[in-house]
């Protein structure tokens, strides 16, 4: 089938507004695999795990954020939108009554943050925030 | 001035798209203490001689919560290594004289008061004179020492440390008698559009100020948080630099920090804080 | 070593026995990430504080793995149980072999 040129336009253009709907699965994906490394495949459900980040970040180069993961082991954290997903693994010992930690990360855009928990019966638990990365306006 | 229309129009266009919650939000209605003692004014009825703005208001209060929790606590804010290390620069001899600042000053704390009505007149040079200026003349002339570099590092870190020990002071700059041409010079400035985009800084800091721009929450423009922590490069940012920053972002070719321009524009900017408290250091994005 | 790297740490000087205590950590570091670009288009290598322990009187209270995503100036906050008098040893360990550390004692009872 012949395509017009106003037709082939407006298919390209609708492709990528549905890519741009849809999120950015490569990154995405490199995430689901480091988590699945991360579980050794395991489910990863809810549960106490917790974690605070901004709705909306004043700057990227320094988004706070807070995790508390009661009973855990470790937690791993990872941006999935960031060119490189990991953020950071913090493992928990003997002396640590909360088992919660504070930081300070960056976020290259708009993307998810997610926390994995790995318990201390062998168990995952996960939780996710959203955190809006906004371009800044004449900020010099 | 065309284009000028132009692009606030698109701008605007932009600012609607990105968000209704945040749009058009005038500055919040937190208060600011540090440490639990340091009691921040952050508003005040704006100081006579300004015409077109009845309540001034410190860029604290345009910030996000997060942004805003990281100036309340001296260990919270970063800037407070680098006040550390200047400290610590305070004792240290430096030049030919074998002096250091605490020869003449004893300690950071005896310079309190003094940020808060800086910029000011000196009779003995005949000139407006800003914290950095008396600095290095003091390196030089008293200590015979190599004068830093305007904007550098150690320069703003020395401010850095003289502006903390006055956090909580009214800010309260002279500005008539012999300073009044200055003040005048720096007033001119501030309302004259510069740059390819034919900005001043009244367009955004006065007449729009609580408006977005893009994704950032305009402020009044004051200078009591200088030097202040930007989130943006994640180091102390004299106020120098960041007037260059934004003659710069006009697209016009800027004047230089340490400029009598910008010494001009010190004075009037911070005259317009009068009765804020001085913050510096600050956090800001 | 990289170069102005300075840690600071807030632990209090005193608590009772069993007390959980809230500790602070900042390290001033630049925290290159390898993602940037100089002038000439060449990729900033990586440099950065990839991993940070903190122990009591010989025991673990927690172990950071860093990774670029940090921000500029590491900052942690996080708890710790204070079963006796003793030293918080605070250790950070840089991509260039530099290692930084802090102490800070504590008395109970």
Known sequence: ?140 | MKNAFRLLGTVAAVAGLAGAAMAGAGPDEDELVVNGEIEMVTEAAAPAHMENIDTIYSGWRFRSDETQALQMDDFENPSMIWVEEAAAVFDTPDGTEGKACASCHESPDTLAGVKAVYPKWNEAAGEVRTVEMQVNDCRENRMGAEPWKYDGGDMTNMVALIASVSRGLPVNVAIDGPAKETWEKGKEIYYTRYGQLELSCANCHEQNYGMMIRADHLSQGQINGFPTYRLKNTKLNAVHSRFKGCIRDTRAHTFAPGSPEFVALELYVASRGNGLSVEGPSVRN | MASGVKPRVKVPKSASAGETVTIKTLISHKMESGQRKDGDGNVIPRSIINRFVVDFNGQNVIDVKLEPAISTNPYFQFDATVPESGAFAFTWYDDDGSVYEDKSEISVG
């Open chain 1, 1 to 140: 089938m012949q395509l017009t040129r106003r037709q082939s336009l407006a298919i390209g253009a609708s492709a990528i507004a549905a890519l741009g709907l849809s999120g950015l699965p490569a990154f995405a994906s490199a995430t689901d695999d480091l988590i699945n490394e991360f579980t050794g495949g395991a489910e990863a459900g809810a549960g106490e795990l917790s974690l605070t980040a901004p709705e909306i970040a004043e700057n990227g180069n320094t988004v706070p954020i807070e995790i508390s993961a009661p009973g855990a082991v470790a937690v791993a954290i990872f941006a999935d939108g960031n060119p490189t997903p990991p953020v950071a693994t913090v493992t928990f010992g003997p002396l640590n009554p909360t088992h919660a930690v504070s930081t300070r990360i960056r976020l290259a855009k708009t993307q998810n943050v997610v926390a994995v928990a790995q318990m201390e019966d062998g168990s995952f638990q996960m939780a996710k925030s959203e955190v809006k990365v906004t371009i800044g306006g004449c900020g010099g």
